[in-house]
């Protein structure tokens, strides 16, 4: 497996930073949390992201997408976490569009994946219930009733559950609660009688919702996959969806270093540079490498999203592994960063918070380092 980009991946990464240096640096963050924005995202760049084709990276092109792979949709993710760009592109492309092309039917993914890659449909997936990550825990209900099913249950942290047009509901319809058998997964619309969906504002000034759900009525045609078998192609998603958040994360980690090199390149203390100081080096050498080796893992598991021979096992390892060191590295380096920047970094004059506070919320969603350590050691039967 090549850990380097190819002339067509290295186009797309360089078009990538470019636009969001350009579009959507850190100030357009700041100025939506200003401004507490509804949405939690800029429209007119949305637009111009939609525009570029991101939305249909890994879409297949029989459903409007350019099939460009995991790869290319991950060197885009990872610019934008360059920037911290919050836009649908996580819960709406990598987390809905493809948990559709996993588990829907050709005729939901005729009729939704080319509106999600034109940008007319905005997609939410609904799945923890709890503070801590346990997609196999699910006690919301739903139970057949002749051509329908009767959704009841309460759903948490649904990232951009408040501005979705459809939510994908992943539901109980056996009773065993800890079994990853009898979960279907089911497409609501946002303005389903007896759904109420509240916004959650987030530390990384992204936008989650909280979702109750009383005697839902939605037709049977909605049910994504067959009844009951729904939680094999919702693991293998979950996968998809935490290795983009490892490169998301990979990409802030290493402005966050870029900025803390120049800072102690810039900052002078008893009539020298602080970077001259031997302990400073050291620390900066150690974030170094740990960039390196997550370099390599991130583009390893991205790889692997891509690659027919890798078996859904190989992909699972991959996901806990990038996942694991990007959540350990990423608290290590948003650490460094306000530290090695002293007493201006706690300030919010200076953007190094909003990485901090980004790589907290990245690092829990879908599972943190623990869980991932957990999983990994399980699936070598450890």
Known sequence: MSLVLTEDQQLLKDSAKNFCQQNAPVS????????????GYDEAVWQQ????????????EEHGGFEFGYVGLGVVLEESGRTLVSSPLIASVLFGASLISEAGSAEQKSALL?????????????????PVH???????????????????GEKTFVLDGHIANKLIIVARTEDDVESTAGVSLFLVDSDAQGLEVQRTLMVDNRNAARLTLQQVKVPAESLLGEEGSGFEALDRVLDIVRIGVAAEMLGSAMEVFDRIVDYLKQREQFGLQIG??????????????????????VRAALGALDDSSKSTEDRARMASLAKAKLCEVSELISNEGIQMHGGIGMTD??????????????????????????????????
């Not at 080319?114 to 709890?130: M, T, Y």
């Not at 699910?138 to 099913?149: F, I, L, P, R």
Request: net charge positive.
């Open 349 to 382: 004059e200076f953007d190094i918070g909003f990485f901090i506070k980004r790589a907290r919320s990245a690092q829990q969603f879908l599972g943190d380092a623990t869980f991932h350590r957990d999983r990994y050691a399980n699936l070598h039967s450890f």
């Open 28 to 39: 357009v963050l700041r100025k939506l949390r200003d401004e507490n924005s509804e949405r």
């Open 49 to 60: 992201m939609v525009e570029l084709g991101w939305p249909g990276m890994a879409v297949a």
């Open 134 to 152: 346990k997609p196999q825990r699910v006690n919301t209900k739903a139970k057949k009733d002749g051509d329908h099913y009767i959704l009841n």
């Open 114 to 130: 080319p509106k999600v890659v034109s940008g007319k449909l905005l997609l939410a997936v609904a799945i923890d219930e709890a």
């Open 276 to 297: 001259s100081f031997q302990a400073l080096q050291h620390r900066a050498a150690e974030m170094y490498s740990e960039l390196e080796l997550c370099k390599s893992v």
